[in-house]
């Protein structure tokens, strides 16, 4: 009996777990370069041990619980803006940010140039190129495929573009900024940046919003769950008080 509700009661978290992130999805459809948070299941053994006599206490005692997350990697589409300092990236890589709390990765590269003339995000954070920081002077600017930027037909900079090898866990790090294990980063020749285009959320809206629906029912039976056992828990109670 005490199993079943503690199921339960593990069944509800995960989902509730799940949901957040879902929502979290759904929240940034329209976020550009974004990517989507997946939960990661594990099971979760309610002993000290570890160990059971038999496979029916096992399987009650094994819970379901989210073991973290991961991001997923698909690209989202590349929309045209004609915004010279709009780039968008065609394959796997990230651009290099460098922020107060380190150096973030990014997809999104709605860029701008401060009032130096430094290319940075749209929060202000300086774009890192090959050799550092990008410091762009006046004139049309023109950016290649391989991140080479020209001012006036100058070369002024080399847009760093990166990329992690399979499997690496990318930890999101707020808007649309992600962290990476140290020393994981390496070149990305087979990315390529557009010009004039954004990368758009590869949150798809109408897979997220029935993941919502059904999170949210499998979370109401759980909790529907919970109230049984609970209940049930109550009238053994009330019956062996009133034996004692």
């Known amino acids: 009996m005490n199993s079943g509700f503690y199921a339960a009661c593990a069944g509800l978290k995960a989902q509730t777990q799940a949901l957040e992130l879902v929502a979290n999805n759904t929240a940034n459809v329209n976020t550009t370069g974004y990517r989507a948070q997946q939960p990661r299941f594990r099971s979760l053994l309610a002993s000290f041990s570890g160990e059971f006599q038999n496979p029916m206490n096992y399987a009650v005692n094994n819970f379901n619980v989210i073991g973290g997350s991961r991001t ?108 990476a294990p140290e020393n994981s980063e390496r070149p990305s020749p087979l990315s390529f940046i557009r010009q004039g285009m954004l990368e758009s959320s590869n949150v798809n809206p109408v897979s997220s919003l029935v993941d919502l629906i059904t999170l949210q029912r499998r979370a109401e039976m759980m909790e529907r769950a919970m109230a049984a056992f609970y209940s049930d828990l109550n009238h053994t109670a009330a019956s062996e008080l009133a034996r004692i």
């Open 72 to 179: 997923d990697l698909t690209a989202g589409n590349l929309e045209r803006t004609g915004n010279p300092l709009d780039l968008g990236i065609e394959g796997t890589g990230f651009f290099a940010v460098q922020t107060a709390a380190g150096i973030r990765y990014t997809r999104n590269g709605n860029f701008q140039t401060s009032p130096a003339g430094q290319l940075t995000t749209g929060s202000g954070d300086p774009v890192l190129g090959e050799q550092g920081p990008i410091t762009l002077p006046s004139g049309a600017v023109a950016i290649g495929p391989d991140g080479t930027i020209s001012v006036n037909g100058a070369i002024a900079g080399k847009i760093k573009v990166v990329e992690f090898p399979p499997g690496t866990d990318l930890t999101p790090a707020g808007g649309s900024y992600y962290t």
